[in-house]
């Protein structure tokens, strides 16, 4: 049984969501930012660790360069 790297806990097959190449608890694949739930596929990532595209990614990684003035 696969362990979800959120939550560090077994995933069952009903509740599995896989992307980054690891199964996933389908409300532990959320956005380490905005807590925002993400699909298989449909979001970002940084470190291992799950990011929507939009804004956080973008805010944080993306080639603007311009990073918020708020936050750590
Ligand atoms: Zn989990
Ligand atoms: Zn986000």
Known sequence: MPK???CDKE?????RVTSLG???HRPCLKCEKCGKT????GHAEHEGKPYCNHPCY???FGPKG???THGP
């Not at 993400?38 to 596929?41: C, D, E, P």
């Open 66 to 68: 311009t990073l918020p």
């Open 38 to 41: 993400l699909t298989s596929g």
């Open 58 to 60: 973008a805010a944080m």
């Open 11 to 15: 995933v069952y097959f009903a509740e």
């Open 4 to 6: 979800c790297p959120k």
């Open 22 to 24: 690891k199964d996933w």
